[in-house]
């Protein structure tokens, strides 16, 4: 129960005599030490309550300004956060009682009125009121499923009073945001009985699932829906609201049906086909052999189609540069490679000259097969500018790759239905002689631990490739090589990764702490740590993208 000191009173009523009765009564309370307010009328009341802070209203139904549900409605909307207690005369029930449904937290005959129906009424809207508060704040912790969800989800009262319904929801039933304050849940039925039926279901069981049920939007079309609806209960146990799912399954209640029309048909034909002759039960036979080859057909392309990407994944796994080789130069690394499909749009590269050491983390448009389309174009332009024109200042080769991939992909001025795709990168040139890294990185930064300190470097604002005519330019970054500094590269798949206990991104923030911790670490431990850590905060999430991130101590 919630216990308030101190509290002050709007008292709208324009009977003397009721207004003393009830002042009287409310200075007598020895729950509570009432700060009174009286009006007379219902726009002396909206004065008060705009002005001054009151913690509850109790107004009379009849005022000579007002008279019935329409205006209160609009009062209860207006003040949403005010809790509100209709008086009534004793022929005023009915009224009083729809009052509530609008949006009041009770109504009391005032010829019934005494001490302790008025404190409990008191204590009742003040904790029903507060109780609605808490359910909007625990709402917001689930805000970013609630508003990503392809599904309607829906908070409500036990009134039936949208708390709140996800776009999800709003454009299913073709309503907006403003049309919530005049709608309930019940106006969603085609039939009472159906809701009737799952309030029962929920009142004893407190959730039910998968329960079927034939919705309407607001222009009246009907939907076939499937819902999962749970109780809300507060903190002392009691009910508050419901939440719940709302999916709809018109297109497969249809296709069911499309699918029992077409075995009825199907039975017909058959009873039919048992009264025709040899001549036509060859044909079915003929028929059915052609469908069996059509089905074989079907398979076949279906097994070279699965064949070709895992064909492609070994093309692509076979462009990688081979762990021994990068070890040989990179002795002290590790590189921690998860694609989403069976190939990747990202990849790690690696070329040695005579002094110098190049490595790069690449991500490439999109994942699975386009994705993979664009690595080979990527791999191939590295090789070459790197082999055939002897570049090796990372901005330059950003600048060099930018160019041919833009010429690659036919990325012409004013062509939008040309591609746009593209890449981001993080490219490292390391001087084995000199003891220092060149970097530079298109929307990729780089991340180094020293003495135990966390540096970063961030790449330019532009990727590589796309339509974009703004001239681009990518700065090579320089930093001198310590004992025991580490160096990593990252794509995006891995602080974007949803997850944790609330669903959310995993953010390069907590990368960079992640990787301050473990870099005391050997490379070999640190991969596993930064495996093991992904998978944690996955759990039983859907892996968004490719994940690839590389690490090397010098």
């Known amino acids: 129960m919630i216990l308030v000191d101190q509290i002050k009173v709007l008292l709208v009523e324009n009977s003397e005599s009721d207004a003393l009765k009830i002042g ?25 309550l705009k002005n001054d802070k009151i913690d509850i209203t109790l107004i009379n139904l009849v005022l000579p300004d007002s008279y019935g549900g329409h205006n209160f409605d609009e009062l209860f909307h207006q003040f949403p956060d005010m809790p509100f207690i209709v008086l009534t005369e004793l022929d005023d029930t009915f009224i009083g009682v729809n009052a509530v449904k609008l949006g009041a937290q009770d109504y009391l005959i005032k010829s019934e009125l005494n001490i302790s129906t008025l404190n409990r009424s008191i204590t009742y809207s003040i904790e029903r009121k507060h109780v609605e508060e808490k359910l909007r704040q625990s709402e917001e912790k689930y805000r970013e499923l609630f508003m990503r969800s392809k599904d309607a989800i829906y908070m409500s009262t036990l009134e039936g009073k949208f708390l709140d319904i996800n776009p999800a929801g709003l454009s299913l039933f073709g309503y907006s945001k403003d049309d919530l304050e005049n709608i309930r849940v019940k106006d969603l039925y085609v039939h009472e009985e159906s809701r009737e039926r799952l309030m029962h279901f929920l009142m004893e069981d407190g959730e039910v699932r998968d329960y079927e049920v034939l919705l309407k939007k607001k222009d009246g079309e009907e939907l076939n829906c499937m819902l999962s609806t749970t109780v809300v209960k507060g903190a002392d146990g009691h009910l508050i609201g419901f939440q719940g799912i709302i999916k709809d399954i018109t297109m497969r209640k249809r296709a069911e049906e499309a699918l029992i029309k077409s075995l009825r048909e199907l039975d017909f034909a058959n009873r039919e086909l048992q009264d025709l002759n040899v001549n036509l039960e ?43 080789k990068l070890k040989e130069s990179l002795a002290d690394s590790f590189i921690y490679y998860e694609p989403k499909d069976i190939v990747s749009g990202d990849f790690y590269w690696f070329e040695r000259s005579i002094d110098k050491s190049l490595f790069a983390v690449v991500d490439c448009t999109g994942h699975g097969v386009p994705g993979a389309f664009m690595s080979i174009i990527g791999y191939t332009q590295l090789n070459e500018i790197v082999s055939d024109q002897k570049i090796t200042d990372p901005g330059l080769i950003l600048r060099e790759l930018d160019k041919r991939v833009r010429t690659a992909l036919n990325q012409k001025k004013g062509n ?51 339509v974009s005519q703004q001239k681009k330019s990518f700065t090579t970054h320089r930093v001198s090589i310590q004992e025991g500094d580490c160096f990593y590269l990252f794509s995006d798949g891995y602080p974007d990764q949803f997850g944790g206990p609330d669903g959310k991104k995993f953010m390069s923030k907590n990368v960079g702490l992640m990787l301050q911790k473990i870099a005391h670490l050997p490379m070999n431990e640190q991969g596993d740590i930064v495996r093991l850590t992904i998978a944690d905060w996955m759990k039983n999430e859907e892996q968004i993208d490719d994940i690839l991130i590389a690490g090397v101590r010098f």
Do not use: W
């Open 24 to 48: 009287e009564l409310l200075a007598a309370s020895k729950n509570y030490e009432c700060d009174i307010y009286h009006s007379a009328s219902l726009k002396e009341a909206i004065s008060v």
């Open 416 to 466: 939008d239905e040309n591609s746009k795709d593209g890449m981001e990168m993080g490219i490292m040139t390391i001087n084995h002689e000199q003891k220092k890294i060149e970097y530079a990185g298109a929307m990729r930064p780089l991340f180094f631990v020293r003495n135990s300190e966390l540096h970063i470097i961030k790449g330019d604002k532009f990727d590589i490739g796309g």
């Open 282 to 324: 060859e044909k079915v036979k003929e028929r059915t052999v052609e469908l069996i080859k059509e089905k074989e057909i079907v398979e076949h392309q279906h097994l070279e189609i699965k064949e070709s990407i895992n064909y492609a994944k070994r093309i692509q796994a076979s462009i990688l540069p081979p762990m021994p």
